[in-house]
């Protein structure tokens, strides 16, 4: 995706091609995984090309939408993902019922083979994805629509190339920048206990792993409902402030796990916490999308969700550290504040985005003669 001098839309077809690759070979060596280096490379493999798939995926879709609709269609996406997660949340619940509920060699190989063997079934159809509906291809019949939308993404790229000093780039850079650094923010905190939720659960609570399964199969059917209500929420009082209320919710509710609270309490929270975080990517998204010109938006994309992933994965082992030192209930009640601490600096950077201009979601308020 970064080349701006190439023929992006072709360029990101292929990508998108070689990142599904990457994806199934992952999802193969699990099929003959037999000691702990295998699951390093899976992991590499299969966090890389998620990393880039995404953005890929993303810029694809911006390309072959207009500005007005991507933000209704990035929530309609997001809706559907999150629902095929709780579909399958609710199959894994039955498939280890099935095997055993036990954390033991035999029931987990199993599952995992039984996820790979899907993953690598999905992937294939990544090989049928292609550009020939982008508003920037060739074969695309001109409407009237479109035409608008060639101008807007037009103006937007002759506003860049009007910046000449750093701080005039920085400037029109400025919403994607303040987004990528909440993002780092935010990814370094989660790093620190949210991978550790099922141990959490497990730990304190003495969930079975098949409750466990239930339990995050309700955090994404939820998401979706959210979701779409967010979508309302953003149309009246503007994207930003929609996210920054999503993501602030969701900064007060990840401290309610640090006062160990009855289960009962402690799961509201969690599908509480886990759907006003994520139902607010696809605003988020579309903003991106938005705001910068069409052979640049996977870039940025691929630019935040490779620094997402690796500020996730280098707080991963603080938060290791953290939850083997100390007393069990302690352990987790620290993880849990400094996550929420560095969320509250991240999601505050949110309200940096000013609006009104190009440089936010008021695209259409541009001189377009």
């Known amino acids: 995706f970064f080349s701006?001098?190439?023929?992006?839309?072709?360029?990101?077809?292929?990508?998108?091609?070689?990142?599904?690759?990457?994806?199934?070979?992952?999802?193969?060596?699990?099929?003959?995984?037999?000691?702990?280096?295998?699951?390093?490379?899976?992991?590499?493999?299969?966090?890389?090309?998620?990393?880039?798939?995404?953005?890929?995926?993303?810029?694809?879709?911006a390309d072959c939408?207009?500005?007005?609709?991507?933000?209704?269609?990035?929530?309609?996406?997001?809706?559907?993902?999150?629902?095929?997660?709780?579909?399958?949340?609710?199959?894994?619940?039955?498939?280890?019922?099935?095997?055993?509920?036990?954390?033991?060699?035999?029931?987990?190989?199993?599952?995992?083979?039984?996820?790979?063997?899907?993953?690598?079934?999905?992937?294939?159809?990544?090989?049928?994805?292609?550009?020939?509906?982008?508003?920037?291809?060739?074969?695309?019949?001109?409407?009237?629509?479109?035409?608008?939308?060639?101008?807007?993404?037009?103006?937007?790229?002759?506003?860049?190339?009007?910046?000449k000093t750093f701080r005039e780039k920085l400037s029109f850079y400025r919403t994607p920048l303040i987004i990528v650094l909440a993002d780092f923010l935010i990814a370094f905190g989660a790093g620190i206990s949210i991978p550790f939720l099922p141990r959490f659960f497990e730990a304190i609570y003495g969930r079975s792993i098949s409750e466990l399964t239930l339990i995050f199969s309700l955090a994404p059917l939820i998401t979706a409902i959210l979701s779409a209500i967010a979508l309302r929420f953003a149309k009246r009082f503007g994207r930003a402030k929609a996210v920054f209320f999503l993501e602030f919710i969701a900064v007060i509710l990840i401290f309610g796990f640090a006062f160990i609270p009855p289960f009962s309490i402690v799961l509201v929270i969690y599908i509480l916490r886990q759907a006003f975080m994520n139902s607010g990517w696809p605003l988020i998204n579309a903003i991106v999308m938005d705001l910068l010109p069409s052979n640049q938006r996977a870039t940025f994309s691929a630019i935040d969700s490779l620094a997402f992933t690796a500020f996730n994965s280098i707080s991963q082992p603080i938060g290791g550290v953290i939850l083997n030192k100390y007393n069990k209930p302690f352990n987790f009640q620290l993880a849990f504040y400094i996550t929420g601490s560095i969320y509250f600096i991240g999601t505050f950077f949110l309200l940096l985005i000013k609006e009104g201009n190009y440089e936010t979601e008021e695209v259409e308020n541009m001189n377009l003669d």
């Open 4 to 61: 701006s001098r190439r023929r992006h839309t072709r360029c990101r077809e292929v990508s998108w091609a070689r990142d599904v690759y990457k994806r199934q070979i992952g999802m193969v060596i699990y099929f003959f995984a037999n000691s702990l280096i295998y699951l390093y490379i899976i992991q590499f493999l299969f966090a890389l090309a998620n990393s880039l798939l995404m953005p890929a995926g993303s810029a694809l879709v």
């Open 65 to 163: 939408t207009t500005k007005g609709t991507r933000t209704k269609i990035f929530t309609i996406m997001s809706i559907i993902q999150q629902l095929c997660t709780a579909i399958g949340g609710v199959a894994g619940f039955f498939i280890y019922r099935y095997l055993g509920d036990l954390y033991s060699e035999d029931v987990i190989l199993p599952v995992i083979k039984i996820y790979a063997s899907v993953i690598i079934v999905a992937a294939f159809l990544g090989f049928f994805i292609h550009d020939k509906r982008s508003i920037h291809s060739k074969d695309q019949i001109e409407t009237e629509e479109i035409l608008e939308e060639k101008r807007k993404d037009a103006l937007i790229l002759s506003k860049y190339k009007e910046c």
